[in-house]
């Protein structure tokens, strides 16, 4: 069952967060669908603007309308991610999605918050919810590409006035992740103390973040053991999802750990059995352990075993 993004923060909003896992392709989204029932979690499917792309985003569309007929005990989301204005707007013509981001981050404040507005004044007018972003994210994202040394921390009075001047249901704030696997180099994490300021001046308001995979060190050892090369490779720790969801957080996007699973996968088997050939034979051990992954994920955002809630409040 499709729901909004507000549905679903209103019963997670300071005691937990729902996870938002991007999808390319059909393996993803049958793992992805698995691991949430195995979990009997709530979720949000995130459809960024180069998965649309990817090969075609009736595609895309087709493989979630399908898998909702085939979990019909599911409850989630569907979201775009970073989305621009065109691309908001053709998301929001399509009937299809719940929820969408529009990243004008990059722009100056005055302008974000001009973007931002007339998004949200098309996506209300049509019962969508809109997410968007203030402060930016360093890392490489897609098409989202931010030097560290022009990456900003959210501003929490300018997130006030931000929200209020936008209309927006949801903001993403940066706190110190970034996008992609190399997030940290050290003892950095993430910055609770922006958090709570933000909090305090939007008091019960739906927080996200962004950049959150923890990139698995086990993860990127195999993949290395198995030909790869990530060197440096660190995240957020996956155990200071909670503490964010205290604070706000009730959306955590995940990507970049969901591709280190297929690339350890894919690695290590053609590493194995040299003489395969069928792709379907990777697709059914990735499909797998994608479920295992979602699974263990929504059991550190707390979300874990709260469908069964979720549902009642639907009523």
Known sequence: MIV??????????????????????????????????????????????????????????????????IFPEAIFAVHLDHGDEQTCYDCIESGFYSSVMIDASHEPFEKNIEITRRVVEAAHARGLVVEAELGQLGGVEEHVKVDEANAKLTNP?????????????????????????FKFSGSQGLHFDVLEEIQKRLPGFPLVMHGSSSVPQEEVERINAAGGNLKGAKGVNEDEFKRAATLGVTKVNIDTDGRLVWTRVHREFFRDFPEKFDLRDPGKIFMAEYAKFIAHKNEKLGSAGRLEEVRAMLK
């Open 4 to 69: 909004t993004t507000k549905q679903l923060f209103e019963a997670a909003y300071g005691q937990y967060a729902i996870g938002a896992y991007n999808i390319n392709n059909l393996e993803q989204t049958m793992g992805l669908f698995r691991g949430n029932m195995d979990s009997q979690a709530p979720f949000i499917i995130q459809i960024s603007k180069g998965a649309r792309s990817y090969t075609h985003k009736a595609m895309l569309e087709a493989l979630i309308r399908a898998a909702d007929q």
């Open 157 to 181: 009075d300018q997130a006030k006035e931000f929200v209020e001047r936008t209309g927006c249901d949801s903001l993403a704030c940066a706190i110190g992740t970034s996008h992609g696997a």
